[in-house]
């Protein structure tokens, strides 16, 4: 099971962090990911990390404002957003997998777990 938090209300510009727990497995050998999705647009592709955290990748419209982490003790996964913009608006989700390249990380096909998502809304 997938829970995500931290969404919410913020201003352009500002930070926010989404977590995600998951419990009833095992998260040390999941790679985890998050999606979003706006409405009446498509389910876009955020960012992942590897069960090992040795391999991080970013969509393109979010490189270098987001971060991925993961605690593995806390079996949590973090999204951590900053610079945001009122297109990332948005019902963010995380997701998990056994998958590890690259490749399969940033496709949505390749997550067997989903969490019920977050709304995250970037408005002045």
């Known amino acids: 099971q997938l829970q995500a938090s931290g969404g919410g209300l913020v201003q352009p510009g500002g930070s926010l962090r989404l977590s995600c727990e998951v419990s009833?497995?095992?998260?040390?050998?999941?790679?985890m990911g998050w999606f979003r999705q706006a409405p009446g647009s498509e389910r876009e592709f955020v960012a992942a990390?590897?069960?090992?955290?040795?391999?991080?990748v970013y969509g393109d419209s979010v490189k270098g404002r987001f971060t991925i982490s993961r605690d593995n003790a806390k079996n949590t996964v973090y999204l951590q957003m900053n610079s945001l913009k009122p297109e990332d608006t948005a019902v963010y989700y995380c997701?998990?997998?056994?998958?590890?390249?690259?490749?399969?990380?940033?496709?949505?096909?390749?997550?067997?777990?989903w969490g019920q998502g977050t709304l995250v809304t970037v408005s002045s």
């Open positions: 009833g497995g095992t998260f040390s050998s999941y790679s």
């Open positions: 990390i590897s069960w090992s955290a040795g391999n991080t």
């Open positions: 997701a998990a997998t056994f998958s590890s390249g690259s490749y399969y990380l940033s496709r949505g096909s390749s997550y067997m777990f």
